[in-house]
């Protein structure tokens, strides 16, 4: 995306890939819920897991690089300085599992269903371009209006189809009939719902190319599905399942006590990682008063007790966010303004604040001071979890005399409201990248402010906050990129637009001995497709 890539032509492998991994055996991982087709691409239908180990992309990306693409089933690329467009190149190898070759015809015909009948993140950015077929190895895609520095590389990440097989097939239909592909796993057999078992395809055209050295080790992967997760953790705990990855430091603090852990069969690691978290919080909605006065946002952050909260319901396993990217270099340090952490001491504070914002108490309520109108607002929720959390914020509030109530809808009338910004406070989150692009502006502008599901729920205005946003998607060098974002989470910061909750920079991860995994973690944490099995120890398909 911006600098230059780590690797190069003469580079073998990744560093966080063993290249003389053994190949053998069986990974058997849980999926929760079900799953009716075996087309990841198109809208209907819920996939089934697994499917990206079965078609390959254009280009490959990496984890321990923000956005960089290397070569795939396009062996090279031709890109203008202004990335106006893109050419690839095709590798004369690539072939997909019938040993038919993989043409321009198969990118076209990709790029043209994907376009019409795709997901919409696809419909949407494939619509930014015409094709141009060079010849039977090279095809070219001109990028128009609204195009940015990005899009090269997502026009990269390209799934390539083969036509010959979907020509007569309804591409927007669910459907259950083991497509052609051309990635390292092909699909073995399929319990509807229930189970689905790739296996590795030992003549893969792609095995020794550098994103793939030292990856796609087990013979056989098979996704168990399980009507909720606590039933796939005590299949675990048994054996039948063999990694799992936990995402409830609660669960991870408590129910991590059977006899193969303390017998030494199962490791239990929390492996470091460096990419970015969401930015999760009690989200203003500074479109609504009381929360249009910043020094309102100010004082009910210092009523929130993070170090309680984190200590009492989530055993201090969290840190708290201190930036709208968090875990990332492209976070603004902030000097630490607190001098205290006495809960005390801060809601004098924050009571001085309100005060000064004319919120004044009588009676043992905090009301308005030219009004006698009582400050009360409603905290929006989708998740029933979320509850404790907002609950225990409310405590708080209810000693400075301000009264929230907490109210969980299902998911359909959350994402109305949401999109309505139709809501006085919620607790939800932004999600950047590593490579921050035009979301930025959609994120925080004036223009996003005013427009319905625009992701600005916090009703953000700012003139210098809408060119810092703009200004990130030219950046030409990383060092670039980092200070435009520093800048814009500095702005940002500084306008109280959330009271930051936590994010997890460890990955809390099990799994059963002869599981191994290489020693080098990348940037974006464990990656399973780079783990093996000793070759010393046999697993038994279970």
């Known amino acids: 995306m911006v600098g230059a890539p780590k690797y190069n032509a003469e580079s073998t492998h990744l560093d966080y890939a063993n290249p003389d991994a053994p190949k053998g055996g069986i990974l058997k991982q849980a999926a929760t819920g079900s799953f009716d087709t075996l087309n990841p691409y198109a809208i209907k239908g819920k996939a089934a897991q697994g499917l990206n180990l079965v078609t390959d992309r254009l280009m490959a990306r990496v984890w321990d690089e923000p956005f960089t693409m290397y070569p795939m089933i396009a062996e090279s690329v031709d890109v203008p300085e202004d990335r106006s467009s893109i050419t690839f190149n095709l590798n004369p190898k690539a072939r997909f599992h019938d040993g038919s070759p993989i043409t321009t015809d198969d990118v076209l015909f990709s790029y043209e269903i994907l376009k019409e009948k795709g997901r919409p993140n696809m419909r949407r950015i494939y619509t930014l371009a015409t094709s141009s077929v060079i010849d039977k190895q090279s095809i070219q895609f001109k990028f128009s209006e609204g195009y940015d520095r990005e899009t090269a590389l997502i026009f990269a990440l390209m799934p390539v189809l083969s036509k010959a097989y979907w020509t007569d097939k309804e591409f927007d239909k669910t459907t259950l009939e083991t497509p052609l592909g051309s990635g390292p796993y092909k699909i073995a057999d399929v319990d509807v719902g229930k189970r689905i078992n790739l296996e590795r395809v030992p003549d893969y055209w792609a095995k020794d190319s550098l994103t793939n050295k030292g990856h796609h080790n087990f013979d056989k992967i098979i996704f168990d599905y399980y009507r909720d997760d606590t039933v796939a953790f005590e299949s675990f705990k048994t054996g039948d399942l063999h990694l799992r990855r936990e995402w409830d430091a609660g669960n991870w603090n408590n129910t991590y006590d059977f006899p193969a852990l303390s017998e030494g069969k199962v490791v239990k690691e929390e492996i470091m990682h460096g990419r970015p978290d969401k930015v999760r919080g009690f989200i203003y909605n500074t479109r609504r008063a009381p929360f249009d006065d910043i020094r309102v946002r100010q004082a009910l952050a210092l009523f929130f007790d993070f170090n309680w909260m984190n200590k009492n319901l989530f055993y201090d396993e969290y840190s708290q966010i201190d930036s709208f990217y968090p875990n990332t270099d492209l976070a603004y340090k902030t000097p630490h303004i607190?001098?205290?952490?006495?809960?005390?001491?801060?809601?004098?504070?924050?009571?001085?604040l309100l005060k000064d914002a004319g919120w004044i108490?009588?009676?043992?309520?905090?009301?308005?001071e030219k009004t006698g109108e009582p400050m009360t607002f409603q905290i929006l929720l989708d998740n029933p979890s979320d509850e404790k959390i907002a609950l225990s914020f409310t405590r708080s509030l209810q000693k400075m005399g301000i009264e929230a109530n907490v109210r969980v809808l299902?998911?359909?009338?959350?994402?109305?409201?949401?999109s309505n910004y139709d809501f006085d406070m919620t607790l939800y989150y932004w999600h950047s990248t590593l490579s921050?692009?035009?979301?930025q502006y959609l994120y925080w502008s004036c223009d996003s402010a005013d427009m319905p599901s625009r992701w600005n729920y916090a009703g953000i205005c700012d003139e210098g906050i809408?060119?810092?946003a703009k200004s990130i998607p030219t950046a030409k060098t990383r060092a670039?990129?980092?200070?435009?974002?520093?800048?814009?989470?500095?702005?940002?910061?500084?306008?109280?637009?959330l009271i930051p909750l936590y994010y997890n920079p460890k990955d809390f991860v099990a799994y059963w001995k002869p599981l191994k995994r290489p020693k080098t973690t990348p940037l974006y944490g464990i990656v399973t497709e780079t783990w093996w099995i000793e070759p010393?120890?046999?697993?038994?398909e279970r």
Request: glycine share 8%; proline share 3%.
């Open 410 to 418: 299902d998911s359909a009338a959350y994402r109305g409201r949401m």
């Open 466 to 468: 809408d060119e810092l």
């Open 338 to 352: 607190r001098k205290t952490n006495n809960p005390r001491i801060l809601m004098r504070e924050g009571d001085q």
């Open 536 to 540: 010393d120890i046999t697993q038994k």
């Open 480 to 497: 670039e990129l980092v200070e435009k974002t520093q800048e814009l989470d500095k702005r940002l910061q500084e306008g109280h637009y």
């Open 361 to 368: 108490i009588k009676d043992g309520k905090r009301v308005s």
């Open 436 to 439: 921050p692009g035009t979301e």
